[in-house]
């Protein structure tokens, strides 16, 4: 096993968390609203919290995202770099959406708002392999 590429954890979380931020705002922001509803938006309350619980996940997301590259290696990723993608996007495909779906489903959330959600995680997703491959 490699080392870790700490600088490229943290630049993944910072891309994740400005995915985030267009995800929610510009491009999505009102369709979560109108599915929701103005009074159960989560983070309307305590922004900082919901900031802060958002950080964390995607920054645990990174760290661990960075250490199965590392598991990986510099040489086979320098000779299949669409590994970065393969595996970042399949980490979002295999567990993350799949897992925030059966929650929704539990839920009676509307599939509109899984589908929000779920392709959130998978942008952010491809975005942190992004950030590993430009620094790997």
């Known amino acids: 096993m490699g080392p870790v ?4 954890v943290g630049l993944a979380a910072i891309l994740a968390a400005g995915v985030a931020f267009l995800w929610y705002g510009p491009l999505f922001g009102r369709a979560k609203l109108e ?3 103005p009074g159960r938006l989560a983070g309307r309350s305590a922004p900082a919290r919901t900031i802060a619980i958002t950080a964390g996940a995607l920054l645990l997301s990174a760290a661990m995202m960075g250490h199965m590259f590392a598991r990986v290696g510099v040489d086979t990723l320098a ?12 980490l979002a495909l295999t567990f993350v959406v799949p897992a925030l779906w059966v929650s929704y489903t539990h839920m009676r959330a509307s599939t509109r708002l899984a589908a ?12 942190m392999g ?4 430009v620094l790997g």
Do not use: C, Q
């Open 79 to 90: 000779h299949k770099p669409w590994l970065y993608f393969m595996m970042s996007g399949g």
């Open 130 to 133: 992004a950030a590993f491959w």
């Open 116 to 127: 929000i959600d779920g392709f959130y995680w998978l942008a952010a997703y491809l975005a």
């Open 35 to 37: 599915e929701v509803g």
């Open 5 to 8: 590429n700490w600088l490229a």
